[in-house]
Nanobody, 126 residues
Framework: QVQLVESGGGLVQTGGSLRLSCTASGSRFRTNHMGWYRQNPGQQNDQRDLVASITREGHTIYADALEGRFFVSRDSVKDVVYLQMNSLKPEDTGVYYC?????????????????WGQGTQVTVSS
């Protein structure tokens, strides 16, 4: 089993920055891949989309529209993954979920072999 605890969300003005953190505990094999998903306001749980993911070796994948503003990093010893979000826009508002799995994370929500945190709210005001 894996437990994921996120922190760092909040309210920020357009153009501001936030850094999210997610600490994993439990099976290290099941945290080979870690990442962040966003659920936009009004969406259902199964409509979460991948923001960025990172392997234990540091290989990253980003959603095309977010690359260049969002940066994912990881402390593989402590199993902590970070999401640095810069130049935030109102459309970045949503609940950001940390996810982990033994294998590559998909572009959309999955409950198969993926562990999820409780989510942290990010609100960008205009």
């Amino acid at each position: 089993q894996v437990q994921l605890v996120e922190s760092g969300g909040g309210l920020v003005q357009t153009g501001g920055s936030l850094r999210l953190s997610c600490t994993a505990s439990g099976s290290r094999f099941r945290t080979n891949h870690m990442g962040w998903y966003r659920q936009n306001p009004g969406q259902q749980n199964d409509q979460r989309d991948l923001v960025a993911s990172i392997t234990r070796e540091g290989h990253t994948i980003y959603a095309d529209a977010l690359e260049g503003r969002f940066f994912v990093s990881r402390d593989s010893v402590k199993d902590v993954v970070y999401l640095q979000m810069n130049s935030l826009k109102p459309e970045d508002t949503g609940v950001y979920y940390c996810a982990a799995g033994a294998y590559a994370l998909g572009s959309h929500y999955s409950s198969s072999g993926v562990y999820w945190g409780q989510g942290t709210q990010v609100t960008v005001s205009s």
